[in-house]
């Protein structure tokens, strides 16, 4: 368990890596879900989702910051102190949300990844020249 933070709130730093996770966090759904107005090959559709990309990664950066932020300071102790359950149930939601924001990117980065692989081997074995 991590030990409290000596204050009674979070430092800006964390509050600052939150509201900012919060905000990329809606601008990588945006760019993706405003690629559907825009025909498949166009520019402005390839920019979104270069966007979605680049700004899902920002993410990815952001959470390993702020993991090492709250790693090395802790959280402020909660009072009055909460039955235990309660506890419990908010540090399950807590490490849940840091799975989510973490594995996102890395399995965005991966399907990517894997695109361009498939798209690229069945050109390079049909292709004459190779
Ligand atoms: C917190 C970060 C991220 C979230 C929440 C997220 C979420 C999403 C969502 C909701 C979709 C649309 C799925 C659908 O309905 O078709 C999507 C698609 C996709 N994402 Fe992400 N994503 C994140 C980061 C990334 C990153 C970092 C990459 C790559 C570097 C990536 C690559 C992709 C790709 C390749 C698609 C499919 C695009 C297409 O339809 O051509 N994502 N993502």
Same mark, same amino acid.
């Given at each position: 368990?991590?030990?409290?933070?000596?204050?009674?709130?979070?430092?800006?730093? $964390? +509050?600052?890596?939150?509201? #900012?996770?919060?905000? +990329?966090?809606?601008?990588?759904?945006?760019?993706?879900?405003?690629?559907? #107005?825009?025909?498949?090959?166009?520019?402005?559709?390839?920019?979104?989702?270069?966007?979605?990309?680049?700004?899902?990664?920002?993410?990815?950066?952001?959470?390993?910051?702020? #993991?090492?932020?709250?790693?090395?300071?802790? $959280?402020?102790?909660? +009072?009055?102190?909460?039955?235990?359950?309660?506890?419990?149930? $908010?540090?399950?939601?807590?490490?849940?949300?840091?799975?989510?924001?973490?594995?996102?990117?890395?399995?965005?980065?991966?399907?990517?990844?894997?695109?361009?692989?498939?798209?690229?081997?069945?050109? $390079?074995? +049909?292709?004459?020249?190779?």
């Amino acid at each position: 368990m991590m030990a409290p933070r000596a204050t009674d709130r979070y430092g800006s730093l $964390a +509050i600052g890596l939150h509201w #900012l996770t919060l905000e +990329i966090l809606i601008a990588v759904y945006t760019c993706i879900n405003l690629t559907e #107005l825009y025909p498949k090959g166009g520019d402005p559709r390839e920019a979104l989702k270069t966007w979605h990309f680049v700004l899902g990664l920002t993410i990815l950066a952001l959470v390993m910051v702020r #993991l090492l932020d709250r790693l090395r300071g802790g $959280a402020p102790a909660v +009072i009055p102190s909460l039955p235990i359950w309660q506890s419990r149930l $908010a540090s399950s939601v807590h490490v849940l949300l840091y799975v989510f924001v973490a594995v996102m990117p890395i399995l965005g980065w991966f399907l990517l990844s894997v695109g361009a692989y498939l798209h690229w081997r069945p050109r $390079a074995r +049909i292709s004459p020249a190779s």
